[in-house]
């Protein structure tokens, strides 16, 4: 089994910063990718930003220039550095991983996600 877990989630006021972390764990063989999504009241699950294992990013436009995606590779797990944060920013956040296990099969895992609220 593999589990993806989040952490680093909270409420911090408009303007300030939070590091969120997630790390995989269980019966894997090569991690492929891992991001973030986001889930805020009223709108769709959107994607915030994917690292995959070559090193490339991605950014959804809203959140360019002030988020910063890393993974730590030996530790399987993915950071995501939040800064200047406003209030549209709160959602909850999930991480994914993109896992290939032994068997093999490649499958996309989520955390239970973490809530991130920016107040005024």
């Known amino acids: 089994q593999v589990q993806v877990v989040e952490s680093g989630g909270g409420l911090v006021q408009a303007g300030g910063s939070l590091r969120l972390s997630c790390a995989a764990s269980?019966?894997?063989?090569?991690?492929?990718?891992m991001g973030w999504y986001r889930q805020a009241p009223g709108k769709p699950r959107e994607l915030v930003a994917g690292?995959?294992?070559?090193?490339?990013?991605n950014y959804a436009d809203s959140v360019k220039g002030r988020f910063t995606i890393s993974r730590d590779n030996a530790k399987n797990t993915v950071y995501l550095e939040m800064n200047s944060l406003t209030p549209e920013d709160t959602a909850v956040y999930y991480c994914y991983a993109v896992v290939t296990t032994r068997v093999p099969r490649t499958s996309t895992y989520w955390g239970q996600g973490t809530q991130v609220t920016v107040s005024s």
């Open positions: 690292i995959p294992s070559g090193g490339s990013t």
């Open positions: 269980g019966s894997i063989f090569r991690i492929d990718g």
